[in-house]
């Protein structure tokens, strides 16, 4: 046992450092190199490697509940190793959360607001009192938000069939109810980025590769070709208005050419970095690859639609077969349809360990779509754009306040795996023999009031215990998740209609560095 734990550890420790160096290439490819600083690249790097290891906790919590039964119904492990088992992963749940929380609301906004105070005169010191009485304002919104988790009260939960949901409730200490309201009430902010970003990534990445990029490359040359020459022709519109009148520039004219000026040089690079991957070996082995692309993207494809219909499937079970309604948020016992993803992992699940690579893939497509749709439509507050993100030309600014976004999306990320796959990810590949003998599925009140037989061997994941327990306290919780499941499944056959119909890059057709983005900068 002891050598499995430190294999489990070195494995984690690698998975760890992997991650960290996918995060910083990330950030570094997006980067603009004459804007970077130390504290936000390593705010960044830091927050996308704790979201990635969130998304790579779901998979090691259903194979921990699955490996607590074989395939014959049998118990391979004690109550006492069960609730052990149960126990290290709820702590490494929440000790990823917290960390989330503390990059959300403390960290990314003291590197941001620090970067924002950059100057000549400003000294370090000075730097940091600045950001840190900003990030004061963030801190007060997770102490209300903590406080109001402590104070609130949480009573039963009325329906017929829900013993198992109020003994969820009832087993949770006060710790467990704060972690639960505070991360509830992100969750609901997380849902709005959920439906703008995730329907859009999952519905037009499968595109990106089936869909040639030709035309786009075309595109994009003559865009930022057009745009230099505009910028140019301005900056020396400029100057001749100047020597034409006999008067110096004002200082709008000048904050005006400032700016013309960073636009030029930002565009200036995008056009090198344009010529060279045009000359450069990728492009050179398209068409070699292009076979290759596109099996990739008709996979991509499959999986994307998989998941909308999964979902949409989820959630008219619970629309159809609630017992209690709207009044505990569509909750449900048992999945009544047939979902495709879960009888998919539960089919894998026969040679291990496919499922949980498939879980696991399935959990990492989602997280790397958004953040694709992130870079396409960049970081904005409902309708203003606040910054672009575009390879080697963002500012580090871009960058946190994206990385705060997969922090919301991955608090979502944890709700719709339990909705697309209900079945899977609540017991994961667990069954259980009735009194006859028969290899029966666990179902949510098999585990308080129903058969005697399953109440010892079904053992719901911590994940499918987080989330209930958040609906369960909350009613309004499950409320507004249900029906913005609704709005995203909307948004993702819009999204899908129109990279059917549209060329793979009519997402990049505004991507030119416009003079807004640059005051953005």
């Known amino acids: 046992m002891a050598a499995i734990g430190f294999v489990s550890w070195i494995i984690l420790a690698v998975l760890v450092v992997v991650l960290l160096v ?26 996308l490697t704790m979201t990635f290891l969130c998304v790579f906790i779901i998979p090691l919590d259903i194979f921990s509940v699955s490996s607590a039964v074989d395939s014959g119904g049998v118990p391979t492990k004690t109550p006492e190793e069960i609730a052990a088992m149960g126990q290290s992963i709820r702590i490494l749940y929440y ?45 007060v919104v997770i102490v209300v938000l903590v406080v109001i988790g402590v104070v609130i009260k949480h009573g039963k939960v009325d329906g017929d069939r829900l013993e198992w949901l109020n003994k969820l409730i009832a087993e949770q200490d006060q710790g467990d109810t704060t972690i639960c309201f505070v991360i509830g009430c992100l969750t609901v902010v997380g849902v709005i980025l959920w439906n703008v970003y995730s329907s859009m990534g999952i519905a037009h990445v499968p595109f990106r ?22 910028s140019r022709d301005q900056i020396r519109g400029l100057y001749a208005n100047s020597v034409m009148t006999g008067r110096k520039m004002t200082k709008k004219d000048k904050k005006r050419l400032e700016l013309l000026k960073k636009q030029e040089r930002l565009l200036s690079n995008r056009q090198t970095r344009l010529l060279r991957d045009e000359n450069g070996i990728w492009n050179r082995c398209g068409p070699y690859l292009r076979p290759l692309e596109l099996i990739i993207g008709l996979f991509l494809l499959g999986f994307s639609l998989l998941i909308f219909t999964s979902l949409f499937i989820a959630t008219l079970d619970r629309a159809m077969n609630s017992t209690c309604g709207i009044k505990c948020g569509y909750a449900i016992v048992k999945t009544s349809i047939f ?10 699940s026969k040679a291990f360990p496919l499922d949980i690579i498939g879980l696991g893939g399935m959990c990492l497509f989602i997280c790397l779509s958004t953040l694709s749709a992130v870079t396409w439509i960049g970081v904005r507050f409902l309708w203003i754009k606040l ?38 990810a609540t017991f994961g590949t667990q069954v259980y023999k009735d009194k006859t003998g028969a290899l029966q599925s666990c179902t949510l009140d098999q585990t308080v009031s129903g058969d005697s037989l399953a109440q010892g061997t079904c053992v719901m994941s911590q994940v499918a215990t987080f989330v209930n327990r958040i609906q369960g306290n909350t ?15 909307a948004l993702y056959a819009i999204w899908f209609t129109l990279s059917v119909f549209k060329n793979r890059s009519f997402l990049s057709r505004k991507s030119g560095l416009e003079l807004d983005d640059v005051e953005g900068f």
């Open 339 to 348: 979902n495709p993803i879960d009888q998919l992992f539960l089919a894998m």
């Open 387 to 424: 910054y672009t993100i575009r390879r080697g030309a963002s500012m580090p600014q871009a960058l946190l306040l994206a990385a705060t976004v997969m922090v919301y999306i991955v608090f979502v990320l944890t709700f719709q795996v339990v909705a697309i796959a209900p079945q899977y």
């Open 95 to 139: 000790f990823l959360y917290s960390s989330l929380l503390a990059f959300a609301f403390c960290i990314v906004p003291f590197a941001y607001f620090y970067y924002e105070e950059d100057d000549l005169d400003v000294t370090v010191r000075e730097k940091m009192w600045a950001a840190f009485k900003y990030t004061i304002c963030f801190l």
């Open 22 to 47: 996918f995060a910083y290439g990330i950030v570094r490819y997006y980067t603009n190199k004459y804007e970077a600083q130390a504290l936000p690249t390593l705010a960044t790097t830091v927050c």
């Open 475 to 489: 009613q309004a919780f499950g409320i507004i998740f249900f029906f913005s499941n609704w709005v995203f499944l």
């Open 209 to 230: 590769f089936v869909k040639a990029q030709d035309e786009e490359t075309r595109y994009h040359n003559e865009e930022v070709n057009s745009d230099l020459a505009v």
